[in-house]
């Protein structure tokens, strides 16, 4: 589906009108408004401390907002919670599994914990389509960071959350981890899922987001695709440059990631 | 509702006995340091201590080395408290749609478990140097339920500190004093043979009320009304301690 064409006809999977939130008299959201169109990628973008994950743990009900509203496929996140905890999912910033438990056990303990029947046979499923069979055994204290983040992603997917929230997926990978983590994102959202994620890097929301969202200072200061961004600034120069491989390029090259 | 939050107990506390199988160091440590105070006080001060009672020291001893045991080994409750909240995971379970309080419950009923293991240890050792209870089993059935009572109590102020803590050292720092009260009581010497302020103190703080009512149900004498001061103090500081408990966790999550 065209994003934008059936964005006006159907109902946001995402609505924030006017959100406000202040911790001990400093605000950090001054009235954000933002609609994320069902089974689109939005990338919030903003620099540290701009109030992305303060927005991200208001959607996931972690959080109460002092005003506005929030709400995820129809359901109020302060009114409604526990339905907004059925249609959305958060993957936070810092890879929170049980370093204790094997890859297999944490995907088992969150299927269990969403109520969902055979959770043995999910976690091997996920573990599957993730690429973490061999390392599901494991305890997940040994995984490498990209592995981490994988089984992160995997469990957040456990029950097929209709919105899933990506806070800071790619912060502290390696390259190759970030392109993986990029795949899996691109995944999901041909599947359906709506996918909101915040990010600092541009090259990321450039790569994935079918919408970009600039929260700056507390608001969104612009919100339209890249090629809507593109234009708010003067016309392109042309310019003769020589084109280096990037050091990205040079790094995949040489590890032979590339893909 | 209720079958649920029963669900998700039951799978988080699944969660946290796997990580106390996985290192079952922590029962361990924690049973060393009673030990070794049982095996210093017995063999070592024990044979200058006259506590005016028919039986052997090392008998007189136990019930306040037990309530050691259990004030050390709740520290590591809210050290993983802590380490949970601090890791995101607790977030991560906030953010799905569990019964909230029974991420609490998890580590309450894993903390029972590690406890009593501890606990057990403790007794084993004593047994082997000499211990010996006439006790029946109401007796003993009495014991054990008052020392869950103390080791749910005390959790509950160790989920307090772990909830409250700023760091993994302050997390476990409030059991440090907890560990001394058994020393101002009559867990280890009778209370009149200490000077007046620090007897009052002895015999009116909880320790001194629990002790005496162990020592006499594992002496298989009569217990006394001490045993009712015992429990209102149990009670008493367990609801505290839960309220606290309650209110700080719903507030963390605003």
Do not use: C
């Amino acid at each position: 589906m065209s994003g934008a064409a059936a964005a006006t006809l159907t109902r946001p999977a995402i609505r924030i009108r006017g959100l406000v939130k202040s911790f001990k008299g400093v605000e950090v959201l001054k009235g954000v408004d933002l609609e994320v169109a069902p089974g689109s990628i939005v990338a919030l973008l903003g620099s540290n401390g701009a109030g992305k994950t303060t927005l991200v743990r208001i959607l996931s009900t972690l959080l109460r907002a002092d005003a506005g509203e929030a709400a995820v496929n129809g359901h109020e996140v302060s009114a409604e919670a526990a339905a907004v905890r059925e249609q959305l999912s958060l993957t936070g910033q810092f890879a929170a599994v049980d370093e204790v438990l094997s890859g297999r056990e944490n995907l088992v303990l969150i299927a269990r914990l969403r109520h969902l029947p055979d959770p043995g046979s999910i976690a091997d499923d996920l573990l599957d389509r993730f690429g973490l069979t061999e390392a599901g055994r494991r305890r997940a204290g040994t995984y490498s960071g990209g592995m981490r983040r994988r089984l992160d992603i995997a469990m957040s997917l456990i029950g097929d959350p209709a919105v899933i929230v990506l806070d800071e997926p790619t912060t502290g990978l390696d390259p190759q981890a970030r392109l993986d983590v990029w795949a899996t994102v691109r995944q999901l959202a041909a599947g359906g899922t709506t996918v909101l994620l915040t990010t600092q890097y541009l090259d990321e929301a450039e790569q994935l987001a079918d919408r970009i969202a600039i929260l700056h200072e507390g608001v969104i200061v612009h919100e339209g695709t890249l090629a809507e961004l593109k234009a708010l600034l003067p016309p392109a120069r042309v310019e003769y440059v020589e084109k280096q491989p990037t050091l990205e390029e040079v790094f995949l090259a040489l590890t032979g990631g590339a893909r | 509702m209720s079958t649920l939050a029963l669900a998700d107990t039951a799978a988080l506390t699944g969660r946290s006995l796997r990580h106390i199988l996985r290192s079952p160091d922590t029962i361990v440590t924690t049973a060393v340091t009673p030990v070794a105070l049982l095996l210093l006080f017995v063999f070592v001060l024990g044979g200058a201590i006259d506590t005016g009672s028919a039986g052997s020291y090392i008998d007189y001893l136990l019930p306040g080395i037990l309530l050691i045991t259990v004030a050390s080994g709740v520290a590591y409750t809210s050290y993983r408290l802590f380490l949970d909240l601090q890791g995101g995971i607790v977030e991560r379970f906030q953010s799905m749609p569990i019964a909230r309080p029974s991420v609490l419950w998890a580590h309450v009923l894993t903390s029972l478990a590690a406890n009593l293991a501890a606990v057990a240890i403790v007794t084993g050792v004593a047994l082997l140097f000499g211990f010996r209870s006439g006790a029946s089993v109401l007796a003993w059935l009495a014991v054990a339920g008052i020392l869950v009572l103390f080791t749910l109590a005390l959790t509950w102020i160790a989920v307090v500190a772990g909830l409250t803590a700023k760091s993994v050292d302050g997390a476990s720092a409030f059991s440090y004093p907890l560990i001394f009260l058994p020393f101002i009581s009559s867990a280890f010497v009778p209370t009149d043979s200490m000077p007046g302020p620090v007897a009052w103190f002895a015999e009116n703080q909880p320790v001194t009320s629990i002790v005496d009512t162990l020592r006499a149900l594992l002496a298989g004498t009569a217990v006394g009304p001490e045993i009712w001061v015992a429990l209102a103090w149990l009670v008493g500081i367990g609801a505290v301690a839960y309220g606290a408990a309650a209110v700080l966790y719903r507030r963390r999550m605003r």
